[in-house]
């Protein structure tokens, strides 16, 4: 894994306003005034995106011509076949993580 950079790059030498630099030297992501405040996590495709992603798999198109057609990413559309060739479903599949503190009769109450 590379290294940790978070660095402000001044005005002059971004060209337009302050810029800030965060992440691994090998994933870089560029963040411009606000919004070096906060990083986004990306959103999920919808189910729909999901469906036609696989449906024009089915239809016989391939990773690259889907990519294009639909304008997403080459290794999210290899990333939905594969989940749907393993489990059967484009759904969003349960995710790990803590498990919660209240059992679910008592949140309910």
């Given amino acids: 894994m590379g290294k940790w950079l978070h660095r402000k790059v001044p005005a002059q030498a971004s060209g337009h306003q302050e810029v800030s630099l965060v992440g691994h030297l090998t994933n870089l992501i560029i963040l411009t005034g606000s919004d070096s ?9 919808t189910k729909q995106v999901r469906d036609k992603v696989v449906e024009k798999y089915e ?9 294009r057609a639909l304008n997403i990413s080459l ?15 484009t759904a969003n599949l349960p995710r790990g993580g803590r498990p919660p503190k209240l059992k679910s009769r008592t949140r309910r109450k």
């Avoid at 405040?37 to 495709?45: A, D, P």
């Avoid at 239809?59 to 990519?67: D, E, H, N, T």
């Avoid at 290794?75 to 060739?85: D, F, L, N, V």
């Fill in 59 to 67: 239809a016989g198109l391939g990773y690259k011509k889907i990519s």
């Fill in 75 to 89: 290794g999210t559309i290899k990333s939905i076949i594969r989940k749907w060739k393993e489990y059967g479903t």
């Fill in 37 to 45: 405040k906060s990083i986004m996590k990306t959103k999920e495709l």
